[in-house]
């Protein structure tokens, strides 16, 4: 049985081919949002990031949202392996006295967490030598631009839903694109439009590290809005997920800067959603329609159905969960770091295939 699935488009599996899967070609990492499915990667994460892409050691992006954009931050601490294990403990040992937590105890535990896992590494983390960290957070427009209420906010939201799904694009209307990132990095391939949404350019800095983080976490309706981040523009801010979820972004731009150079990307599925409120719309998909040449460089490495049916409950450890186990927290916990360590497989795989690919497990991307 395989654990892993490896998908890759036409400029990145013709790379693969002839000169294998190489450290020194990998350009940028993305990370997708999805909450606790973030965790099944501790292990493949420590690996790429603690011995990998060390061995070759070049500027490299790492952008992500949510979940995602922890795991960056993660992969910039000075010893990402033990960044990794703590971020899998803190984020599994959340804990809540209600089955329905109020979004300030939510916000509380969070930033709680994010100050375990950030506090002492903001350095580390924002000058590391050889990687360039973007945060990606929305923030609000429209009635969604200062919502003094929570019936506001889900009216704003139940709009966006709606308008989101008639057309992606109207959504540009309730939602901005904010991109944190680090001034080193200019993103050239980012900075020429590319989508409706209007993109934000701010610099990422010790100061706003842990608000950016929270910003890009904060799921609406659930926890509170950020409001204050240094240096960023003011407003009202939620996860970066809501639109881009699976970070559906013109990576094949990185062409101009980087010929060969390979985004990999370790997912949680084979194909790419652009933004969470496209989940259930599979014709949205980023493979299909006149956005599908943005992944020609792209590889995809995702767990397989047969390994997912080996996991707790027979799939990726979700938000689900929290209501599923109620407040008997013990297990939901045994149930994730089950899963964390079964992630180990994933891996053991990846390794032999850097060690020696192949080429009959790769696939093209699917739409």
């Known amino acids: 049985m395989s654990a892993l ?19 020194r070609d990998i350009a940028i990492i993305p990370a997708a949002a999805g ?11 420590q690996f790429v990031f603690g011995e990998w892409l060390p061995s070759s050691p070049r500027e490299r992006t790492l952008i992500g949202s949510s979940i995602g954009a922890w795991r960056m931050a993660a992969a910039c601490q000075r010893d990402p392996v033990r960044a990794f294990a703590r971020l899998g403990e803190l984020y599994a040992g959340q804990r809540y006295t209600s089955t329905k937590p109020s979004p300030q105890q939510i916000n509380a535990v969070v930033q709680e967490l994010l100050r375990e896992f950030v506090s002492g ?16 957070a929305v923030r609000g427009k429209g009635g969604l631009a200062a919502p003094t209420h929570r019936r506001a906010e889900m009216r704003g939201f139940a709009a966006a839903a709606l308008t989101n799904f008639a057309s992606r694009e109207r959504l540009g209307g309730l939602l901005e694109r904010v991109v944190i990132g680090d001034a080193r990095d200019g993103a050239p391939w980012l900075r020429n439009k590319f989508d409706t949404f209007t993109t934000h350019f701010a610099t990422l800095t010790r100061e706003n590290l842990a608000a950016g983080l929270l910003a890009s976490g904060t799921l609406p309706l659930i ?37 060969d150079g390979i985004v990999f990307y370790p997912h949680f599925n084979e194909h790419i959603v652009p933004g969470w409120l496209d989940k259930a719309l599979p014709w949205r998909r980023c493979a299909r329609g006149p956005n599908r040449g943005w992944l020609d460089n792209v590889l995809i490495v995702s767990p397989s159905q047969d390994f997912l049916k ?11 969960d929290f209501k599923f186990h109620g407040l008997n927290h013990d297990a939901r916990v045994q149930a994730w770091n089950t899963a964390m360590a079964e992630g180990g497989r994933l891996r053991d795989e990846l390794a032999a295939f850097i060690e020696r690919p192949d080429l009959s497990r790769l696939r093209a991307i699917r739409t």
Request: proline content about 10%.
């Open 121 to 136: 590494h903001e350095d580390d983390i924002v000058q590391h030598p050889n990687h360039r960290l973007h945060l990606l």
């Open 35 to 45: 909450g606790p499915k973030g965790l099944i990667f501790r292990d493949l994460d």
């Open 310 to 320: 080996t996991l707790p409950r027979g799939k990726l450890p979700d938000r689900a």
């Open 5 to 23: 699935n490896f998908h890759a488009g036409p400029r990145a599996l013709a790379r693969i081919r002839s000169h294998g899967l190489q450290a």
């Open 223 to 259: 926890m509170q809005p950020v409001t204050q981040i240094t240096g960023v523009p003011e407003g009202y801010y939620w996860d970066g997920g809501i639109i881009d979820y699976n970070l559906a972004l013109p990576y094949a731009r990185v062409e101009a800067q980087d010929p």
